[in-house]
């Protein structure tokens, strides 16, 4: 059993109770962890605040990256409340709709710099942030998707965005390794979110990985919990820089 037993953890990116964040922050709090949870905005508040009461979670505050100062208040109220922090979850990303479903080659200047921006550098800010915290170590978590290593039909824009998150990922590895603060990027098979139900025809993909991967089946949000809440741990010690996929074995047949 994953033991995060007195270990404090930031998680960002619960919309509702089928979100990817939710599963690892359900399987964080089950191992032990104490957890800040952010919401979007006002509306997502009614849907997260619910969940967060459920994880016992005493900091429960709003995340938009898009707004100056609001990433800097999560980190402060940290700072003011625990005073130190051992793992975040990083499970945002965005792109505008008319730059998301049409071609890569015909995506806007400011919807292409929008999505890496809230997709991408957002990672790079709480990094920055969370590195004073983290005095004895940590991990960092972000989520990707098999389609930043190969094409996949709709992905479209977020291809590009999530292989620059996940280079990202191994150059915050390599910076920050030597204050033993860890960095992985997941990437979950395909899996029904509120996220997901942008990208084009995507039941489409929900059908081509049940019939092409290995294992027959897709993957839940537990899945992924159960591997973050591993990679937090000690346990996950001389780990550092991966990208992990969690998807049945689709990507060594896709």
């Not at 707004?67 to 109220?77: K, M, N, S, T, Y």
């Not at 929008?114 to 005095?135: D, G, T, Y």
């Not at 033993?180 to 039941?203: E, K, M, N, Y």
């Not at 019939?211 to 780990?239: K, M, N």
Request: proline share 4%; aromatic share 8%; hydrophobic share 45%.
């Amino acid at each position: 059993m994953t033991d995060l037993a007195g270990k404090k953890g930031l998680v960002v990116g619960i919309a509702n109770d089928m979100s990817i964040a939710w599963g690892c922050a359900q399987n964080f709090r089950k191992a032990g962890a104490e957890l800040a949870v952010t919401y979007l905005n006002e509306k997502a508040e009614a849907f997260v605040r619910p969940l967060a009461d459920a994880l016992d979670s005493q900091l429960v505050m709003p995340c938009n990256v898009e707004h100056p100062g609001e990433l800097e208040a999560v980190f402060a109220a940290i700072t003011q409340h625990w005073g130190k922090l051992d793992f975040v979850l990083h499970s945002i990303a965005y792109a505008p709709m008319d730059d998301l479903r049409g071609r890569v080659i015909d995506c806007s200047e400011q919807g292409f710099l929008r999505a890496m921006s809230v997709s991408c550098h957002s990672f790079i800010r709480m990094a920055k942030l969370a590195e004073p915290l983290m005095q004895h170590g940590g991990t960092l978590l972000t989520m990707s998707y098999y389609g930043a290593e190969k094409v996949v039909d709709h992905y479209g824009l977020m291809g590009p965005v999530k292989a620059a998150l996940e280079s990202t990922a191994r150059y915050l590895a390599h910076e920050l390794g030597p204050k033993q603060i860890r960095v992985h990027a997941l990437s979950p098979g395909p899996l029904l979110t509120r996220a997901a139900s942008g990208i084009a025809h995507f039941d489409d993909l929900l059908s081509q990985a049940v019939e092409r991967a290995p294992q027959h089946q897709l993957v839940d949000i537990d899945d992924i919990g159960a591997v973050a809440a591993f990679l937090v741990s000690d346990a996950a010690h001389a780990l550092t820089g991966s990208r992990l996929y969690v998807d049945a074995g689709y990507h060594i047949v896709g």
